[in-house]
């Protein structure tokens, strides 16, 4: 229904926007070298699923840690969730990339499976779990904070002010996409907390969409020197997403299926890609392929991960 609040409809549908989210990043991770504005430039602007991810782990892990605020169970039930199937992946990604094909010592291996890569170079061949692991541990102080201090909530709102004046200037921002990412979060566990919407008539909502969209073709096309910019722009295309999202795609079973098992799919697909991109030279035909054998795998691992962590 069109009245419904933001906090309704992830409610209602959660699984189908997590779908949503993981279908953006199939078209970002997808190799199409085009010329054509109209497609590189949508292209671009598909990793929102990145963030549209935060928003909802943000609001699904509030609504977690309200119902039972034991801080240990949260963090054992987060690890449980996140690291089996990280690790499932990347040791044999990593002991390929460093033991075999470069011969590095079981040192070099170890230092990239524990993120110190991410944290002392900036390296982002897997920035996404870090990340996560980091707002995993900050969110139940965040959640005490606000509920005890209800000006807390505006925290999120100063630090989007912070990281557009320090884009601005071009000042370099540490850890990367560690603190550009961290308000759509915190505005994710915001919107379960305080549910009132901030905008409740539709032409406000188109014109956040216009505003956005123009300051992301005019800082990915027409000033590429600001491109950090564009995840600030994506904030209120998240919210416009989840209002609204759902009057263009019919209730659709494959989404909501796609949905349940997003984490396997971002771990695995790019893998994928860089696995095949040399054998499959047909951008489409690669794309496909990789999205087909991604699915499988990321079912497969859920599944298997389940029997032994059960």
């Not at 906090?7 to 190799?31: N, P, R, S, V």
């Not at 009057?247 to 659709?252: E, K, N, P």
Request: with cysteine; proline share 4%.
């Amino acid at each position: 229904k069109m009245n419904k609040t933001i906090y309704e409809q992830i409610f209602a549908h959660k699984t189908t926007f997590m779908g949503i989210a993981i279908c953006l990043i199939f078209l970002f991770h997808t190799e199409l070298d085009s010329s054509c504005l109209w497609i590189t430039f949508p292209k671009e602007l598909c990793d929102i699923g990145v963030d549209l991810f935060m928003f909802l782990s943000g609001f699904s892990l509030a609504f977690s840690f309200s119902k039972c605020p034991q801080i240990k169970v949260f963090y054992m039930k987060r690890m449980m969730r996140i690291l089996p199937a990280y690790l499932a992946v990347f040791i044999p990604f990593y002991f390929y990339k460093d033991i075999i094909a470069h011969h590095d010592t079981w040192m070099v291996f170890l230092y990239h499976l524990s993120f110190l890569n991410y944290f002392i170079e900036g390296d982002l061949i897997i920035w996404f779990i870090p990340v996560v692991i980091c707002y995993y541990f900050l969110l139940p102080f965040y959640v005490k904070g606000v509920r005890e201090y209800p000006l807390l909530r505006f925290v999120p709102y100063i630090l989007i002010a912070i990281l557009a004046g320090m884009q601005i200037t071009q000042t370099p921002i540490p850890t990367g996409f560690l603190l550009v990412r961290l308000p759509i979060f915190l505005l994710g566990a915001n919107v379960y907390l305080f549910p009132k919407e901030l905008f409740s008539h539709t032409w406000q909502y188109a014109l956040m969409a216009f505003v956005s969209i123009v300051g992301c073709y005019y800082v990915l096309i027409l000033n590429s020197e600001l491109w950090g910019i564009k995840y600030l722009f994506y904030i209120p295309l998240c919210f416009i997403i989840l209002k609204y999202s759902l009057i263009c795609i019919v209730r659709s079973e494959v989404i909501s299926f796609l949905g349940m098992y997003t984490l396997e799919f971002y771990l695995i697909h790019e893998r994928v890609i860089w696995t095949l991109h040399k054998h499959i030279l047909n951008q489409y035909v690669l794309a496909c392929i990789s999205i087909l054998i991604t699915i499988l795998l990321g079912y497969l691992l859920h599944k298997t991960l389940l029997l032994f962590i059960k």
